[in-house]
């Protein structure tokens, strides 16, 4: 299923790949791309929203949408 987040507090490519770190941590499968001007997630995963919301949240990072 093909999700999408808006994620704030994403300032560089490390925060990027913490992103990417902290999805694929719940769903190693997980396909995720992020456009980082935009505050956007994608991600595409077997995972429900609120588990994946979560671990990015638990990176650090605010999900406000
Ligand atoms: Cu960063």
Same mark, same amino acid.
């Given at each position: ?7 704030? =507090? ?12 902290? &999805? ?9 791309? &992020? ?20 671990? &990015?949240?638990?990176? =650090? ?5």
């Amino acid at each position: 299923m093909n999700q999408t987040f808006t994620v704030t =507090g994403m300032t560089c490519g490390h925060c990027e790949k913490a992103v990417t770190q902290a &999805i694929k941590t719940v769903d190693p499968q997980a396909q995720v791309h &992020i456009d980082r001007q935009q505050n956007q997630v994608e991600v595409e995963s077997v995972q429900p929203r609120d588990t994946l919301a979560k671990a &990015i949240a638990e990176e =650090g990072y605010s999900v406000v949408g």
